[in-house]
C-alpha cells in the first residue's frame, strides 16, 4: 500500500502553495451546524437510558492520518481545493489505470470495484485525522522504540517467512487492530447496545468487541489480547471506551505493549458519530496524541468476512520460500561437486 499512500501524501502536499483562509471561514462540524441552526438536537436513547449509538457506520475517508510536513500550516483546505484534491487523489489511486507496466499493474492489487477507501475527505475538511498535536504528526519516537523497531526490522529482514507466526496480523486473519482507523476495504463497524454492555463488530477480519460498562477493573497485567483489555463508561452522552493489556505481538504506529487507548464514541447529529482517540504510550512515544475521525450510516449490512476460508496467499509465500530454500541447497550441493 505504500505507494498509494505516498500518491495520497504527494496529492495533499500540492495544496500548500495555495493561500490559506482566515480562521473565521473554517468549515462547521455536523456539532456547530446543529448549534447555528439554532435547534437543539437530543441523541436518541435506548431503552436502558443510553444514547444511542447502535447502527452500522463507515468511517471512510482519504484524509491522511498524519499532515504532510509541506501544509504544516494549513490545518484546513477550502471547499475548492478540497474538491480538487478529492479529484486527483482518486485519479492517482484508481487500481483501473493501466499505465506502469505489468509490475505496477499488479502492484495494485485490485480493481476498483474491491476497494471502499472513499472518494471524500472528512467533513470538516482537515488536512489529517490527528487534531493534538496541533501540527497534525505523530510525535517522535522515544529512543527505546526506535531501538526497538530497529531491531524487528532486522529480525524481519532475515527471517520474514520462516513461518506463519513471521506474517503480520492482517496476513493471518488474526485482526486488524486498534484504533479503528479507515483502511482501503472493509471500513464498516456496527454497534450494538445491552445493559451493562456495548459491542463492536468491525467487517474487516471479523473483530468483535465486548466492551463492559459496570465499572470491573482491568484484568491481570499478564493477560494479553489482540485488541486488548476494554472497560466503558459514560460521560454525558459520551461513551468512553478504556483499553489496557495489549500483547507485544500486535503495534500500532510503533506502540508496545504498554498502549494506553483512550476511545470516545459521540452521537452528534443523526447521521454521524464523532470518533476519538488518544495514543498514550510513554515507552514509545515522547507525548501523548489524538485524532479524531467522523462516522456516518453505512449503507446496507455487514457481511462475513471468511479470510481463512481464501486465504492462499499465505500458503503460497510459505511454500515459495521453502522452494527458494531447496534450490539454494541444491545448488551449494552442486559447487562442492565442482
Same mark, same amino acid.
Given at each position: 500500500?505504500?505507494?498509494?499512500?505516498?500518491?495520497?501524501?504527494?496529492?495533499?502536499?500540492?495544496? $500548500?502553495?495555495?493561500? #490559506?483562509?482566515?480562521?473565521?471561514?473554517?468549515?462547521?462540524?455536523?456539532?456547530?451546524?446543529?448549534? =447555528?441552526?439554532?435547534?437543539?438536537?437530543?441523541?436518541?436513547?435506548? +431503552?436502558?437510558?443510553?444514547?444511542?449509538?447502535?447502527?452500522?457506520?463507515? %468511517?471512510?475517508?482519504?484524509?491522511?492520518?498524519?499532515?504532510?510536513?509541506?501544509?504544516? /500550516?494549513?490545518?484546513?483546505?477550502? @471547499?475548492?481545493?478540497? !474538491?480538487?484534491?478529492?479529484?486527483?487523489?482518486?485519479? *492517482? *489511486?484508481?487500481?483501473?489505470?493501466?499505465?506502469?507496466?505489468?509490475?505496477?499493474?499488479?502492484?495494485?492489487?485490485? /480493481?476498483?470495484?474491491?476497494?471502499?477507501?472513499?472518494? &471524500?475527505?472528512?467533513?470538516?475538511?482537515?488536512?489529517?485525522?490527528?487534531?493534538?498535536?496541533?501540527?497534525?504528526?505523530?510525535?517522535?519516537?522515544? #529512543?527505546?522504540?526506535? &531501538?526497538?523497531? !530497529?531491531? $524487528?526490522?532486522? *529480525?524481519?529482514?532475515?527471517?520474514?517467512?520462516?513461518? #506463519?507466526?513471521?506474517? /503480520?496480523?492482517?496476513?493471518?486473519?488474526?485482526?486488524?487492530?486498534?484504533?479503528?482507523?479507515?483502511? +482501503?476495504? %472493509?471500513?464498516?463497524? *456496527?454497534?450494538?447496545?445491552? #445493559?451493562?454492555?456495548?459491542?463492536?463488530?468491525?467487517?474487516?477480519?471479523?473483530?468483535?468487541?465486548?466492551?463492559?460498562?459496570?465499572?470491573?477493573?482491568?484484568?491481570?497485567?499478564?493477560?494479553?489480547?489482540?485488541?486488548?483489555?476494554?472497560?466503558?463508561?459514560?460521560?454525558?452522552?459520551?461513551?468512553?471506551?478504556?483499553?489496557?493489556?495489549?500483547?507485544? &505481538?500486535? /503495534?500500532?504506529?510503533?506502540?508496545?505493549? %504498554?498502549?494506553?487507548?483512550?476511545?470516545?464514541?459521540?452521537?452528534?447529529?443523526?447521521? @454521524?458519530?464523532?470518533? @476519538?482517540?488518544?495514543?498514550?504510550?510513554?515507552?514509545?512515544?515522547?507525548?501523548?496524541?489524538?485524532?479524531?475521525?467522523?462516522?456516518?450510516?453505512?449503507?446496507?449490512?455487514?457481511?462475513?468476512? !471468511?479470510?481463512?476460508?481464501?486465504?492462499? =496467499?499465505?500458503?503460497?509465500?510459505?511454500?515459495?520460500?521453502?522452494?527458494?530454500?531447496?534450490?539454494?541447497?541444491?545448488? $551449494?550441493?552442486? &559447487?562442492?561437486?565442482?
Amino acid at each position: 500500500m505504500g505507494h498509494r499512500l505516498l500518491a495520497s501524501v504527494s496529492a495533499l502536499a500540492a495544496f $500548500a502553495l495555495l493561500i #490559506p483562509r482566515p480562521a473565521s471561514a473554517q468549515p462547521q462540524t455536523a456539532a456547530a451546524k446543529v448549534k =447555528a441552526s439554532g435547534k437543539a438536537w437530543t441523541p436518541p436513547r435506548t +431503552p436502558d437510558g443510553q444514547p444511542d449509538l447502535q447502527g452500522t457506520w463507515t %468511517n471512510t475517508t482519504i484524509t491522511p492520518l498524519e499532515r504532510p510536513a509541506a501544509l504544516a /500550516n494549513k490545518p484546513f483546505l477550502t @471547499e475548492q481545493e478540497a !474538491a480538487a484534491y478529492e479529484k486527483q487523489t482518486v485519479a *492517482q *489511486q484508481t487500481g483501473d489505470r493501466r499505465d506502469g507496466g505489468p509490475e505496477v499493474d499488479v502492484g495494485r492489487s485490485y /480493481n476498483e470495484f474491491w476497494r471502499d477507501r472513499g472518494s &471524500k475527505v472528512i467533513g470538516s475538511r482537515r488536512t489529517s485525522l490527528i487534531v493534538d498535536p496541533p501540527d497534525g504528526k505523530i510525535p517522535a519516537l522515544t #529512543p527505546a522504540a526506535q &531501538k526497538r523497531l !530497529a531491531d $524487528a526490522r532486522e *529480525q524481519a529482514q532475515g527471517h520474514a517467512t520462516d513461518g #506463519p507466526e513471521n506474517r /503480520n496480523l492482517w496476513e493471518r486473519c488474526l485482526t486488524r487492530g486498534l484504533p479503528m482507523l479507515p483502511g +482501503p476495504y %472493509n471500513n464498516d463497524f *456496527q454497534i450494538v447496545q445491552g #445493559p451493562g454492555y456495548v459491542a463492536i463488530l468491525h467487517e474487516m477480519i471479523h473483530d468483535a468487541r465486548i466492551i463492559p460498562l459496570d465499572g470491573r477493573p482491568h484484568v491481570s497485567p499478564g493477560i494479553r489480547q489482540w485488541l486488548g483489555d476494554p472497560r466503558g463508561h459514560w460521560e454525558g452522552d459520551t461513551l468512553v471506551v478504556d483499553s489496557t493489556n495489549f500483547s507485544e &505481538k500486535d /503495534n500500532f504506529r510503533g506502540s508496545s505493549e %504498554n498502549l494506553h487507548l483512550i476511545e470516545r464514541f459521540t452521537r452528534v447529529g443523526p447521521e @454521524e458519530i464523532r470518533y @476519538e482517540f488518544t495514543v498514550d504510550d510513554p515507552t514509545t512515544f515522547t507525548k501523548p496524541w489524538k485524532a479524531e475521525i467522523p462516522m456516518i450510516p453505512a449503507e446496507g449490512q455487514i457481511f462475513e468476512y !471468511a479470510c481463512h476460508e481464501g486465504n492462499y =496467499a499465505l500458503a503460497d509465500i510459505l511454500r515459495g520460500a521453502r522452494a527458494d530454500e531447496k534450490r539454494a541447497a541444491q545448488d $551449494a550441493a552442486t &559447487k562442492l561437486k565442482e
